[in-house]
C-alpha cells in the first residue's frame, strides 16, 4: 500500500512538472539522468542513539530536512522504550497523523510541514518557520513525557486541520454550518495567515467543555468579512503583526483551557483588532467595483465571483437553493464581438446566478425578453435591481456596481456583526 501510494505520488509530481515546462522532453532526460546517477550509502550502526542523531544532522547537497522528517525523528527518539512495542505505538500514531494529512479519492493533501507550523503555533510561543525545529521544537520538547503529550496533540488535531482547510472532509452538525460556510470562504480565498487560530477554535470546539457554538460562528465570521473586505476587495498587504496576532490568540485560547469566559475574552479581543483594521467605506467601494470580472474567456476568479453571488443570493432570497447555478450575464457575452467594453460585459454588476435550465433559456436574448423570462420564473434570482430599468446599458452595469458594492460593506460583509 505504501508503495503504491508512494508510485501514485510520484507520477502526479512528475505530470504535474512536466505540465510546467516548455521543454518537457529535455527535463524527463535530465531527471531521468540524475536518477541513474543516484548513489545510495548504507550506514550501519549498533547504537540506535547514534542513528537518531546522523538523521537529525543529515544534509544533503546543502538542503535542510523537512520539518515533518525531523519532528518524527525527535519524537520517535524521546519515545523510545526498551522493546520495540513502546516504539512500534508512537509509530502507529506517527502513522495516524500522517495519513490524515495524505490525499484520497474525496480529498487532497495537506502538507504535512504548514500543519506542523501551524498546529506548533496554536499552542506554543511564536516562532519563525524556519526556526521551527531550532528554536521550538528542540528546546521545548527534551523528555519523553513532553514528546508523548506533543504526538498525542499531533494525532488528535490533524483531522480538525483538515477540516479547516478543507471543510467539506468534515460532517458538520447543522448548528455549525454558519461556521463550515465561513472555513469555505477561507478556502475560496487562499488565506492561511488565521490558520493556527481556527485550528484552536475547533479544538475548543471538540473539547469536553465545547467552545460555544455563538462564539464559534461569530469569530469565524469576523475573519471571513475582515479578509474578504482587506484582503481580497481592496488588496491590502498584511504585515507580519497579523499573523502574530493570530498565533497570540490561538495560544491565548489554548491556554484558557474549559473556562468559557477567558475564552470568550480572547476571542473578544481578536475580533476586535480585526474589525479596527478594516478598510473605510468609500476605499472598499471603489475596489470593489473594480476587483470583479467574469466571462467563459476570463476564468481565473471564477470561485470568487461565485462566492460574491452566492453571499447575494443568500441575502436576498434566503430560500432559493444555490447549489448547481450557473453565472448568467445579462448583457451576453457575445455583445463583446460587437464592440462592448469587457469591463462593462464581466463586471459584477452585469452577473447573476441562476439555476442551469433558466440559464439555457435565457441565453444570449434581448434585455427586454430576458427581463421578462426573469419575471416570470426566476425573479428570486435578482440581486440588485436587474427588473427595476426598462433597459440595460453600461451606465446600468456601472450603477448596479456600485449598489452591490455599498450593500457588500454595509450589510453582507459588514464590521462589527
Same mark, same amino acid.
Request: positive net charge.
Given at each position: 500500500?505504501?508503495?503504491?501510494?508512494?508510485?501514485?505520488?510520484?507520477?502526479?509530481?512528475?505530470?504535474?512538472?512536466?505540465?510546467?515546462?516548455?521543454?518537457?522532453?529535455?527535463?524527463?532526460?535530465?531527471?531521468?539522468?540524475?536518477?541513474?546517477?543516484?548513489?545510495?550509502?548504507?550506514?550501519?550502526?549498533?547504537? !540506535?542513539?547514534? /542513528?537518531?542523531?546522523?538523521? %537529525?544532522? #543529515?544534509?544533503?547537497? =546543502?538542503?535542510?530536512?523537512?520539518?515533518?522528517? &525531523? +519532528?518524527?525523528?525527535?519524537?520517535?527518539?524521546?519515545?523510545?522504550?526498551?522493546?520495540?512495542?513502546?516504539?512500534?505505538?508512537?509509530?502507529?500514531?506517527?502513522?495516524?497523523?500522517?495519513?490524515?494529512?495524505?490525499?484520497?479519492?474525496?480529498?487532497?493533501?495537506?502538507?504535512?510541514?504548514?500543519?506542523?507550523?501551524?498546529?506548533?503555533?496554536?499552542?506554543?510561543?511564536?516562532?519563525?518557520?524556519?526556526?521551527?525545529?531550532?528554536?521550538?521544537?528542540?528546546?521545548?520538547?527534551?523528555?519523553?513525557?513532553?514528546?508523548?503529550?506533543?504526538?498525542?496533540?499531533?494525532?488528535?488535531?490533524?483531522?480538525?486541520?483538515?477540516?479547516?482547510?478543507?471543510?467539506?472532509?468534515?460532517?458538520?452538525?447543522?448548528? !455549525?454550518?454558519? /461556521?463550515?460556510?465561513?472555513? %469555505?470562504? #477561507?478556502?475560496?480565498? =487562499?488565506?492561511?495567515?488565521?490558520?493556527?487560530? &481556527? +485550528?484552536?477554535?475547533?479544538?475548543?470546539?471538540?473539547?469536553?467543555?465545547?467552545?460555544?457554538?455563538?462564539?464559534?460562528?461569530?469569530?469565524?465570521?469576523?475573519?471571513?468579512?475582515?479578509?474578504?473586505?482587506?484582503?481580497?476587495?481592496?488588496?491590502?498587504?498584511?504585515?507580519?503583526?497579523?499573523?502574530?496576532?493570530?498565533?497570540?490568540?490561538?495560544?491565548?485560547?489554548?491556554?484558557?483551557?474549559?473556562?468559557?469566559?477567558?475564552?470568550?475574552?480572547?476571542?473578544?479581543?481578536?475580533?476586535?483588532?480585526?474589525?479596527?483594521?478594516?478598510?473605510?467605506?468609500?476605499?472598499?467601494?471603489?475596489?470593489?467595483?473594480?476587483?470583479?470580472?467574469?466571462?467563459?474567456?476570463?476564468?481565473?476568479?471564477?470561485?470568487?465571483?461565485?462566492?460574491?453571488?452566492?453571499?447575494?443570493?443568500?441575502?436576498?432570497?434566503?430560500?432559493?437553493?444555490?447549489?448547481?447555478?450557473?453565472?448568467?450575464?445579462?448583457?451576453?457575452?457575445?455583445?463583446?464581438?460587437?464592440?462592448?467594453?469587457?469591463?462593462?460585459?464581466?463586471?459584477?454588476?452585469?452577473?447573476?446566478?441562476?439555476?442551469?435550465?433558466?440559464?439555457?433559456?435565457?441565453?444570449?436574448?434581448?434585455?427586454?425578453?430576458?427581463?421578462?423570462?426573469?419575471?416570470?420564473?426566476?425573479?428570486?434570482?435578482?440581486?440588485?435591481?436587474?427588473?427595476?430599468?426598462?433597459?440595460?446599458?453600461?451606465?446600468?452595469?456601472?450603477?448596479?456596481?456600485?449598489?452591490?458594492?455599498?450593500?457588500?460593506?454595509?450589510?453582507?460583509?459588514?464590521?462589527?456583526?
Amino acid at each position: 500500500m505504501a508503495l503504491s501510494k508512494a508510485l501514485d505520488a510520484l507520477a502526479r509530481r512528475v505530470a504535474e512538472e512536466v505540465d510546467k515546462r516548455q521543454s518537457p522532453l529535455d527535463w524527463l532526460l535530465e531527471l531521468r539522468d540524475r536518477l541513474l546517477g543516484l548513489r545510495v550509502i548504507w550506514i550501519e550502526h549498533s547504537n !540506535e542513539d547514534d /542513528a537518531y542523531v546522523i538523521f %537529525e544532522t #543529515l544534509n544533503s547537497r =546543502g538542503k535542510d530536512l523537512e520539518v515533518v522528517d &525531523l +519532528l518524527k525523528n525527535h519524537l520517535l527518539n524521546r519515545l523510545r522504550g526498551t522493546g520495540n512495542s513502546a516504539a512500534d505505538t508512537s509509530r502507529t500514531k506517527w502513522d495516524k497523523m500522517r495519513n490524515e494529512l495524505e490525499a484520497s479519492d474525496t480529498r487532497r493533501r495537506v502538507d504535512p510541514n504548514r500543519f506542523i507550523l501551524h498546529w506548533w503555533l496554536s499552542q506554543e510561543d511564536y516562532v519563525a518557520e524556519r526556526k521551527l525545529f531550532p528554536e521550538g521544537v528542540k528546546k521545548k520538547i527534551k523528555s519523553k513525557a513532553q514528546a508523548r503529550t506533543h504526538l498525542d496533540s499531533l494525532v488528535r488535531d490533524a483531522p480538525l486541520y483538515r477540516a479547516v482547510i478543507e471543510p467539506t472532509s468534515r460532517i458538520w452538525p447543522m448548528e !455549525e454550518i454558519p /461556521a463550515r460556510r465561513s472555513l %469555505e470562504a #477561507l478556502a475560496v480565498f =487562499g488565506i492561511v495567515q488565521p490558520a493556527p487560530l &481556527l +485550528l484552536s477554535i475547533m479544538r475548543a470546539r471538540t473539547d469536553s467543555t465545547k467552545l460555544g457554538a455563538a462564539q464559534l460562528i461569530k469569530t469565524l465570521q469576523v475573519v471571513e468579512r475582515f479578509h474578504f473586505q482587506h484582503t481580497i476587495v481592496s488588496q491590502l498587504r498584511s504585515s507580519g503583526g497579523v499573523s502574530e496576532m493570530y498565533a497570540k490568540a490561538a495560544r491565548e485560547l489554548h491556554a484558557a483551557g474549559s473556562d468559557q469566559q477567558a475564552r470568550a475574552d480572547v476571542l473578544k479581543e481578536i475580533r476586535g483588532k480585526l474589525i479596527a483594521r478594516r478598510p473605510d467605506r468609500e476605499q472598499f467601494i471603489l475596489s470593489f467595483e473594480e476587483r470583479f470580472f467574469f466571462t467563459n474567456e476570463h476564468t481565473r476568479d471564477s470561485k470568487l465571483v461565485r462566492y460574491v453571488l452566492e453571499a447575494f443570493l443568500r441575502e436576498a432570497s434566503p430560500a432559493t437553493a444555490t447549489n448547481d447555478l450557473a453565472i448568467e450575464h445579462i448583457m451576453p457575452q457575445s455583445e463583446l464581438r460587437r464592440g462592448a467594453a469587457f469591463e462593462t460585459v464581466a463586471s459584477l454588476g452585469n452577473l447573476l446566478l441562476v439555476n442551469q435550465a433558466l440559464n439555457e433559456k435565457l441565453g444570449s436574448k434581448a434585455f427586454a425578453e430576458k427581463k421578462r423570462i426573469l419575471a416570470d420564473e426566476g425573479s428570486s434570482y435578482d440581486i440588485g435591481g436587474v427588473l427595476d430599468v426598462e433597459e440595460w446599458t453600461g451606465a446600468q452595469v456601472v450603477m448596479r456596481t456600485r449598489l452591490l458594492a455599498e450593500r457588500a460593506y454595509d450589510q453582507i460583509w459588514k464590521l462589527p456583526l
